[in-house]
Every structure is written in C-alpha cells, then in structure tokens.
C-alpha cells in the first residue's frame, strides 16, 4: 500500500481565496484524521471520521474550515476564505479501529499571503 | 481537558548515548500513549503503542515506559546514532474517544 496520500504538498495562495486538501487513506482504514501543525499551537486534531462519518468537529476552529468524506477513500478539508493565520502544515492520517497505530501523510504546507 | 507536555524541547548528545526522552499528562484515564517520530518535512512515524494496561513496550534500540498513575511515560534510545535525529512526539488517547493529544515534540540532534 502507498500509504496515506496528501495533495498538494504545498500551497500558495492569496488572502480571501479558497483552498481544499485532499488525502486519500489507507485502504480498509476506517478513520480518517486532519490535524494542523502549527510552531505556536503544536499538533492539533481538528475533526475525524468513522466510516465516513464525521464523529468529534471540535478541533475546527472557525466555520471557514469545513471537511467532508463521500466514500471511504477520499477526503477533503476546506478553507474558504483563507487568511495569513491558517498557514500551517495540515496532516491526514488514517487508523483502523482495531490497531489504533494512526498512519499520517506527508502533509500540505499551505503558506496563505 | 488532557493536556500533554514533553521535556525537554531540544536535546543534542554524542553518538554513543543513552537517553531519555519524557512525556508527561494531566488525565490519568488514557487509552494508550503512542511514540511518534517526525523527520523535517515529513510526516509522523507511529514508533510504538503501549496500551493503558502494558508497562512497556520496546522495538529494537527503542523502549517507552508508562507509569499511568502518575502520568508519565518515558522514551528510552539505547546508544544513540545520528540517524535517530529528528523530533520525537508522545500522543495520548483518552478513553473518551479515538482523539490523540500531543504533546509540543522534543527535538533530538545526535552528533557524530
């Protein structure tokens, strides 16, 4: 298996643009997690899913973020609109509910100017 | 609210060392505690899994301790190689949910 897949795996964009990442898990996982990696705030889960199903949205800090799962190999996370601040490397990563060892992606470095 | 702090920040040794990296939480009703290794740029390594009932767990020149009741685990690297440089991250799972909480890293530089 090719193991979690991010794209892109860096982004630029402009103040007030919309910017979607996208991960593709690991086949036969059945969650899915974004996290966003920041200097100041560390590692932060921001939503998960089961089943594609989204279970705890606690983490996503504003109503711009948004994330949505249609099958069980695609994901996507939304921010519309951006701004400076959400630049940040985002993380997925993927598990199943029996082994619990989560596998991550390469991440998306999003740089919003 | 689980909160998880590593000390120290940033270690650097000699190649040849033994050390300890720590991980430490505030709520002691965990699920498990999982080691992780992040390469700059890169993503994380899941590097071991100690499960809420295990003491330990080792992997090769790697052994993670917890001691639940006070809320500690540590990460043990047995003679040290300037591959093993990277950040290390502990990450909890509370029995509320499938979350992790991680804490902010050690940064680990090993000289040759």
């Known amino acids: 298996d090719a193991g979690v897949i991010q794209s892109p795996r860096h982004e630029v964009t402009e103040m007030g643009q919309e910017v979607t990442l996208r991960c593709k898990p690991i086949?036969?996982?059945?969650?899915l997690f974004w996290y966003r990696q920041t200097m100041m705030r560390g590692l932060e889960l921001l939503i998960y899913?089961?089943?594609?199903?989204?279970?705890?949205d606690s983490g996503m800090p504003e109503d711009r973020f948004s994330a949505k799962m249609p099958n069980a190999s695609f994901s996507t996370l939304k921010i519309q609109p951006s701004e400076p601040r959400d630049s940040a490397v985002y993380f997925c990563?993927?598990?199943?509910?029996?082994?619990?060892?989560?596998?991550f992606g390469a991440g998306t470095r999003l740089s919003v100017l | 609210k689980q909160e998880v702090t590593q000390i120290p920040a940033a270690l650097s040794v000699p190649e040849g060392e033994n050390l300890v990296l720590n991980c430490s939480f505030t709520?002691?009703?965990?699920?498990?505690l999982q080691w992780f290794r992040q390469d700059p740029g890169k993503g994380l390594t899941s590097l071991l899994l100690?499960?809420?009932?295990?003491r330990e767990q080792t992997s090769g020149r790697l052994n993670a301790s917890l001691d639940k009741s006070s809320g500690r685990s540590t990460l043990y690297i047995a003679a040290s190689q300037p591959g093993d440089s990277a950040t290390y991250l502990c990450?909890?799972?509370?029995?509320?949910?499938?979350?992790?909480?991680f804490g902010g890293g050690t940064r680990l530089m090993v000289k040759p």
């Open positions: 086949s036969g996982h059945d969650y």
């Open positions: 990563a993927s598990s199943t509910g029996t082994s619990n060892i989560q596998y």
């Open positions: 709520d002691s009703a965990i699920y498990n």
């Open positions: 990450a909890v799972r509370t029995n509320a949910g499938n979350m992790l909480t």
């Open positions: 100690i499960q809420s009932s295990q």
């Open positions: 899913f089961n089943n594609n199903v989204p279970i705890d």
